[in-house]
């Protein structure tokens, strides 16, 4: 957790001028709170606090689903070959971001962003640092609109969609309810990838405790955000035709764990994470 006084004027500035609002709860900046970050508010802090009630563990899930993207990043980049991301549900911009974890092991790799709120383009500058070598861009397209990414002239002049790209849906898909057809969606983003790209998905959880995650769910409807979490059969389900890497879908904090150059760090529980991750590769 950060000093309540966490946003600048500054960023308060360009919030305004952007036309964003800042008297409500905002799900990305709630994410940018848990992760200890300072582009929040306090009408954002409230409601993640009023999370962090019910279930204390969301810094926790928030933080390993930072270092399983890290993770991923790097298994794809070392062991699998691939040097093209597009990296959809991007959220404000965390240090290191995709494309610095994967530029620290292939110079070269290319990353697309794709987001569709402004206050995530408002921050979108911090993406766009690549090495000399690579190249980042962003697109600003909303992914229940998939084919709206897919033709975005940004993306064509990134990433070239004949060779193997992965497709990163990192804690995305539990705000995509079944009313919005998320395993459509990411069934059409996979059919424009060829053979080899890869799929890396980290998705919020029920299973280790329902009863909070119904009040969790609750509170981000309150705040005007669909939250659908989903259970592991479930998550499974969007791997649906690809082959999953060891250890298929695990909790987050038990996929390559040995990936994390860390301290140890203290035991978690499954409940506190209450996210399940994986990869999986296009045959």
Request: charged share 25%; with cysteine; aromatic share 8%.
């Amino acid at each position: 957790m950060v000093d309540e006084t966490a946003v600048d004027d500054m960023d308060s500035v360009s919030e305004a001028q952007a036309g964003i609002r800042t008297d409500i709860p905002h799900s990305a900046r709630m994410y940018d709170y848990y992760l200890g970050g300072r582009t929040n508010y306090r009408p954002d802090r409230d409601a993640a606090h009023e999370v962090a009630t019910v279930f204390p563990g969301v810094f926790t899930c928030a933080s390993e689903n930072r270092d399983f993207m890290h993770r991923a990043t790097r298994v794809l980049a070392r062991s699998y070959g691939i040097r093209q991301w597009l990296d959809i549900g991007t959220g404000i911009p965390t240090s290191p971001n995709l494309h610095e974890v994967a530029q620290s092991i292939v110079d070269d790799a290319r990353v697309v962003y794709a987001d569709h709120d402004p206050i995530v383009l408002n921050y979108a500058r911090a993406l766009l640092r690549s090495t000399p070598a690579g190249r980042t861009a962003y697109v600003q397209a909303d992914v229940t609109d998939p084919d709206s990414i897919l033709s975005d002239d940004a993306l064509a002049a990134t990433l070239d969609l004949s060779r193997p790209v992965a497709l990163s849906l990192n804690a995305l898909l539990h705000f995509v309810p079944d009313d919005r057809d998320p395993y459509g969606i990411v069934s059409r983003l996979m059919a424009a990838l060829p053979s080899g790209s890869a799929l890396a998905i980290s998705h919020c959880t029920p299973d280790f405790a329902p009863e909070v995650w119904a009040e969790v769910e609750g509170v981000y409807r309150h705040g005007g955000t669909a939250l659908q979490v989903r259970s592991r059969g479930e998550v499974e389900r969007f791997f649906d035709g690809l082959e999953l890497i060891d250890p298929g879908i695990a909790i987050a904090d038990d996929w390559r764990p040995e990936e994390t150059a860390r301290p140890e760090m203290p035991a978690v529980s499954d409940a506190d994470v209450s996210l399940w991750a994986g990869v999986g590769i296009k045959p």
